[in-house]
């Protein structure tokens, strides 16, 4: 089995930062995605950003420039510095894995991220 254990989450003034981790621990492929999906209330989940085993990224539009996902592979640990944010980042961020080349998802339990203005 996979478990995901996030920490990081919290409240912060608009145009502060905050870094989010992910500890991920089983049965592990080296073939994976690991990033932060988000949920505001009333919305559906949302990618931020991801990045594969074999380095490439992606992020939401909304958070280019601002939000950085990093992995320590050696560690099985994704982390997402989330710079100069802004009160529409508010949501639960959610880890996600997706484990080996058929991309089975593995879900964190969901850290809370607050932004006042």
């Known amino acids: 089995q996979v478990q995901l254990v996030e920490s990081g989450g919290g409240l912060v003034q608009a145009g502060g930062s905050l870094r989010l981790s992910c500890a991920a621990s089983?049965?592990?492929?080296?073939?994976?995605?690991m990033g932060w999906y988000r949920q505001a209330p009333g919305k559906q989940r949302e990618l931020v950003a991801i990045?594969?085993?074999?380095?490439?990224?992606n992020y939401a539009d909304s958070v280019k420039g601002r939000f950085t996902i990093s992995r320590n592979d050696r560690e099985n640990t994704v982390y997402l510095q989330m710079n100069s944010l802004k009160p529409e980042d508010t949501a639960v961020y959610y880890c996600?894995?997706?484990?080996?080349?058929?991309?089975?998802?593995?879900w964190g339990q969901g850290t809370q991220v607050t932004v006042s203005s």
């Open positions: 089983g049965s592990i492929f080296s073939i994976n995605a």
């Open positions: 990045k594969t085993s074999d380095g490439r990224t």
């Open positions: 996600n894995l997706k484990n080996g080349f058929r991309g089975r998802d593995y």
